[in-house]
């Protein structure tokens, strides 16, 4: 499966090196702003999303704060040049953010980063269709439940309103030609 993964860094030059970096193994989407990258989450099914801390407009901590309510499925990666611990500490104890790297990164630990999150990504995944498919068979449980209880109270007003033990009903007899 290819994921599609989103990168959002108001310099042009680190769009370029993660493109590079990741599009012979993801469908990799890039984003200039934190506005731009909303406007794209909208129309692209997005599993991960690498984003920069410091942009103009739009921190990257707000804007994963608004892209929760787009995709809440999808992990976020932090890059940061600069160490904002009060801010990093809140998004990731909050479970905003999956993990955050300092800038500059190294290849090789963002790559495994990447990779471990998508993990984390098809887990939180499949636990939600999980969930989902629970609640659904819990109520139709429910459902059936309900349903043979109003048999039983039908069958017991039927047998009070006339006082007498319900009636058999004798089934059909077929003879079979000879």
């Given at each position: 499966?290819?994921?599609?993964?989103?990168?959002?860094?108001?310099?042009?030059?680190?769009?370029?090196?993660?493109?590079?970096?990741?599009?012979?193994?993801?469908?990799?989407?890039?984003?200039?702003?934190?506005?731009?990258?909303?406007?794209?989450?909208?129309?692209?099914?997005?599993?991960?999303?690498?984003?920069?801390?410091?942009?103009?407009?739009?921190?990257?901590?707000?804007?994963?704060?608004?892209?929760?309510?787009?995709?809440?499925?999808?992990?976020?990666?932090?890059?940061?040049?600069?160490?904002?611990?009060?801010?990093?500490?809140?998004?990731?104890n909050?479970?905003?953010?999956?993990?955050?790297?300092?800038?500059?990164?190294?290849?090789d630990?963002?790559?495994?980063?990447?990779?471990?999150?998508?993990?984390?990504?098809?887990?939180?995944?499949?636990?939600?269709?999980?969930?989902?498919?629970?609640?659904?068979?819990?109520?139709?449980?429910?459902?059936?439940?309900?349903?043979?209880?109003?048999?039983?109270d039908?069958?017991?007003?039927?047998?009070?309103?006339?006082?007498?033990?319900?009636?058999?009903?004798?089934?059909?007899?077929?003879?079979?030609?000879?």
């Amino acid at each position: 499966m290819t994921y599609k993964i989103m990168i959002v860094d108001d310099e042009p030059a680190n769009l370029r090196t993660l493109l590079r970096l990741f599009r012979q193994e993801y469908q990799v989407i890039t984003a200039e702003s934190g506005a731009e990258a909303l406007t794209l989450l909208q129309q692209h099914d997005v599993a991960l999303m690498i984003s920069d801390q410091r942009m103009p407009q739009m921190t990257g901590i707000e804007l994963m704060k608004k892209a929760v309510e787009v995709r809440p499925q999808m992990v976020k990666i932090l890059l940061t040049g600069y160490t904002d611990i009060g801010a990093l500490i809140e998004s990731i104890n909050s479970g905003l953010v999956y993990r955050y790297l300092t800038k500059p990164w190294n290849n090789d630990d963002l790559q495994l980063t990447v990779s471990r999150a998508l993990e984390h990504y098809e887990i939180t995944k499949s636990n939600c269709l999980i969930a989902m498919e629970n609640k659904r068979l819990r109520a139709r449980l429910h459902s059936i439940s309900e349903m043979a209880v109003e048999g039983i109270d039908d069958g017991r007003d039927a047998m009070s309103s006339e006082n007498r033990a319900p009636r058999l009903v004798q089934p059909e007899v077929y003879e079979l030609p000879a």
